[in-house]
């Protein structure tokens, strides 16, 4: 990842700017993925409602950015999972166009690990769209698996559509940041004692 990135917790008052990153990315992500009136239907309401319900004082979840020169480039949530208690959630992940692939998702990721885990969280969850295979194998490079696919329901522009999904775990957090963090490098040798 790139030095000068800055991953920080997400403040209300830049609530614009993540809205902007947000729908930048998710529309370049879904472009050709998801019918065009579904990518239509997704606009700027969308991503301020779901950034105004982050910052509500009684929400459990956390929301982060990744800062690049002052500008918002990614944004990232996690939680607890609502659906599984007892395991934490990845609830979301968008890096926007330019920089991707440079390391800026796998950040975030591990941040949301980290996160979890302070949280009490041993287990962490992703829902992803099944056919967004990009993000599936930088989830699966994080050491995640495979829990279950499922087709879901959701509300986007005043109807119901419908998408495939599929659920990926981290099964064992803690062990899966020491793995990612590598090798701790060794110390240096004493420098050998003078002879008299």
Known sequence: MNDNIVIREAVP???????????ESWHAT?????????????GRDYFEKLWKEQFVAECPDKGFVAEKDGRIVAIMRC?????????????????????????????????AMQELLAMGFSRMNILVVAANVNAINAYIGIGARLK????????RGGRMVADDMAIFEVPD????????????????????????
């Open 173 to 196: 957090v803690a062990a899966t940041l020491a793995k990612l963090a590598g090798p701790r490098p060794k110390a240096p040798h004493p420098a050998p004692a003078p002879h008299p």
């Open 79 to 111: 939680g607890p999972d609502h659906d599984d208690i007892g395991a934490g959630d990845l609830h979301q992940v968008y890096v926007v166009p330019g920089e991707q692939r440079k390391g800026i998702g796998k950040a975030l990721c591990l941040r």
């Open 13 to 23: 008052e830049e609530i614009g700017d993540i809205i902007a990153a947000h729908s």
């Open 30 to 42: 879904y472009k050709g993925m998801q019918p065009r009136e579904i990518i239509d239907a997704t």
């Open 148 to 155: 279950r696919k499922l087709r879901l329901s959701f509300e």
